[in-house]
């Protein structure tokens, strides 16, 4: 019987970690959102409470982003929660994919999923002390 407790202990924590929370804004509509990017005025957003999208049905935000672009000389920031893609460059949420154009584009998209609002641009992952203490005293009640 213990071992059930503990392992409806593990599902609830993996749920928690399932949705991922980002920061969601653009520099066109709040300057802060630009870097150095200050949170002050944005809250974080939680990513399953996130619309659908109509062309891709069923798939749900793992990820936040960050895009960066200049146009014209202009730079602007969005920052939002991510359906598609993958972190970082082959996993390494250090790298960024860019890509130019023509007529003074440049774009760079940074996506992350290794904590809750990464994509301030940091890179340092973290997890959530109280999940980690739920973990342990779970542990220690029920099997020890």
């Not at 730079?75 to 994919?97: H, K, N, Q, T, V």
Request: aromatic share 14%.
């Amino acid at each position: 019987m213990k071992f059930y407790i503990v392992l409806f202990v593990f599902s609830l924590l993996s749920i928690e970690t399932l949705a991922i929370k980002c920061w969601v804004c653009r520099s066109d509509s709040d300057p802060k959102c630009a870097d150095p990017f200050d949170n002050s005025t944005v809250p974080i957003t939680d990513c399953s409470h996130e619309p659908d999208l109509i062309h891709f049905p069923g798939v749900r935000p793992t990820m936040c982003r960050k895009i960066r672009q200049k146009v014209n000389g202009e730079w602007r920031y969005f920052r939002s929660c991510a359906y598609l893609g993958e972190p970082g460059i082959e996993g390494d949420e250090r790298f960024c994919l860019m890509r130019t154009g023509t007529y003074n584009i440049f774009m760079e998209y940074c996506t992350c999923n290794s904590k809750d609002g990464c994509n301030t641009g940091s890179t340092l992952s973290s997890i959530s002390f109280f999940s980690l203490f739920m973990l342990i005293s779970s542990i220690y009640y029920f099997v020890g």
